[in-house]
């Protein structure tokens, strides 16, 4: 089983570029979600999404648009990408937005580079 | 607002036991989860508590407060492949996961 998956594993950007980060699972969770982690800082949610057609704002969402179209995929825009958004990203989902069902279970990451 | 406090690092000799803290104040409270991060790797999943008391899975077990707020994890019989970063995490009254900074366990032979 995959599990959860991002692409690209890292990516090197212009500053000013637009840049889709793609995250797909094979659970059939409802939920998932968007972090990014910066050292010192530790994981910061940007999005997520409890269930297909519904998105919600995290603790550092300007920037950064999502959209869940469907139960397995949920991207991540970055509409103009500036370098403080140079960070490592991961994507998580778990089987529902609440109790013991909530564990998650993390993509690998996508480091990305913004110049 | 949401705030999440463990040890910012912690060392602790191979065979012995550390406890790692966690202390938050969040907007409502739907559960606290452990998780375990090694250097350049995605989070893994270690315990979840949503009621006080102790949680034991071999040699990790986490502790729960909810009066307190607090929560620790603690690690018996320390081996190497037990150095990483180990993440306290709350679920808020929105479900969402609030993560704290990670506290970096270093493991001395």
């Known amino acids: 089983t995959a599990g959860i998956t991002q692409a690209p594993t890292s990516q090197i950007l212009a500053a000013g570029r637009s840049m889709t980060l793609r995250c797909t699972q094979d659970m059939r969770h409802n939920a998932m979600y968007w972090y990014r982690q910066d050292l010192g800082l530790g994981l910061r949610l940007i999005h997520y999404?409890?269930?297909?057609?519904?998105?919600g704002k995290g603790e550092v969402p300007d920037g950064y648009s999502v959209s869940r179209a469907n139960t397995d995929d949920f991207p991540l825009t970055l509409a103009s990408a500036v370098p403080s958004q140079t960070s490592v990203y991961f994507c998580?989902?778990?089987?529902?937005?609440?109790?013991?069902?909530?564990?998650?279970?993390f993509g690998p990451g996508t480091r990305l580079t913004v110049l | 607002g949401q705030n999440i406090d463990q040890p910012t690092e912690m060392t602790a000799t191979e065979g012995a036991i550390v406890q790692i803290n966690c202390t938050y104040q969040?907007?409502?409270?739907?559960?606290l989860f452990w998780y375990q991060q090694h250097a350049g790797e995605a989070p893994t999943f270690l315990s979840y508590?949503?009621?006080?008391g102790l949680e034991e899975k071999g040699r990790f077990s986490s502790f729960l407060s909810r009066s307190k707020g607090y929560s620790y994890l603690l690690l018996k019989e320390l081996q190497m492949k037990d150095s990483a970063s180990y993440l306290c995490?709350?679920?808020?009254?929105?479900?969402?996961?609030?993560f704290g900074k990670g506290t970096r366990l270093h493991i001395l032979p």
């Open positions: 998580a989902s778990s089987a529902q937005g609440g109790g013991d069902y909530n564990e998650q279970f």
């Open positions: 995490a709350v679920s808020d009254r929105d479900d969402k996961i609030i």
């Open positions: 999404s409890n269930t297909a057609g519904t998105t």
């Open positions: 969040t907007s409502g409270f739907n559960g």
């Open positions: 508590n949503v009621l006080d």
